[in-house]
């Protein structure tokens, strides 16, 4: 997906200038314009604060809209779950999280995350609508939620009030796997 088109599309959309969309978001307009041209790669929660100052959920931002002649799905292959997180060609380790069917249609959002080690969220805490749970299942992974820190190993989890600031970060060297789930689905 090309993140900065994207982006651009939706804030000609709603009628923002660059200033405008990056004031709401608390950016500087200059790396709106980055983005914009793909000079740039938003972290998560750097695009979460964008999509957030539009209104838009990642989930709505990277998932393609349902045919019209598209019938309800139950199940999925690995392969058609949407990635919700930005990626691109830098060499830092990049969150995966992957999206089971579209949030969009459920009350309930299901995740699957992968953070290579060294990967985070952004060095800006994450902060939405909703409550979300997780469950590490391979590696371990560090989760700050409104100032307190604790890693997190296989079968630990996590549940709490997702307007409270928080972050995920990966500081082993191996790679962490959470499968996590957030409701509604606002991000």
């Known amino acids: ?26 950016l500087t307009n200059g790396t709106i314009s980055l983005i914009e041209k793909n000079k740039t ?32 799905a139950y199940f999925f292959k690995a392969h058609e779950f949407h990635e919700i997180a930005p990626q691109d060609a830098d060499p830092r380790p990049h969150v995966s999280l992957r999206q089971l069917g579209r949030a969009s249609e459920h009350a309930l959002q299901l995740l699957h995350e992968s953070y290579p080690p060294g990967a985070d969220t952004g060095p800006e805490f994450l902060s ?39 972050r995920f970060r990966n500081a082993s060297d191996q790679v962490c796997e959470v499968i996590s789930a957030c409701t509604p689905p606002t991000f």
Do not use: C, W
């Open 41 to 72: 790669s938003p972290s998560v929660a750097s695009l979460k604060s964008l999509l957030d100052a539009i209104p838009i959920s990642m989930a709505d931002f990277f998932t393609p809209p349902a045919a019209a002649d598209d019938k309800p």
């Open 128 to 166: 939405h609508t909703g409550e979300e749970a997780g469950i590490v299942v391979k590696g371990q992974i560090e989760v700050t939620v409104n100032g307190e820190v604790s890693v997190l190993v296989p079968g630990d989890g996590y549940i709490f009030d997702s307007r409270l600031p928080h």
């Open 1 to 26: 997906m090309d993140i900065g088109e994207r982006l651009r599309s939706l804030r000609e959309e709603h009628g923002l200038s660059q200033r405008e969309l990056a004031t709401r978001a608390g």
